[in-house]
């Protein structure tokens, strides 16, 4: 004779109880804003002076200034 009936379930395992977490406090970095225009254009014209007023350096004083003051932000 085979059995016909409903099998039942296993009972499921009880889970295990979740660790707390602890409540940390995120201290963000505070972080200087990027580099405004004028900060950048002063520091590039410092630049132009020091290399006695040279024409056809402008893009790499530019440059220059810009990474300049994202380093002294960082």
Not at 29 to 37: E, H
Not at 41 to 65: I, V
Request: charged content about 40%.
């Amino acid at each position: 004779m085979t059995d016909t009936g409903k099998k039942t379930k296993a009972t499921a395992k009880p889970r295990k109880a979740a660790k707390k977490k602890e409540n940390v406090t995120e201290i963000t970095k505070i972080t200087k804003p990027a580099p405004s225009r004028e900060e950048i254009e002063r520091l590039a014209q410092k630049f132009w002076a020091e290399r006695g007023c040279q024409d056809g350096y402008a893009e790499q004083d530019w440059l220059r200034a810009e990474q300049e003051l994202l380093r002294m932000a960082s």
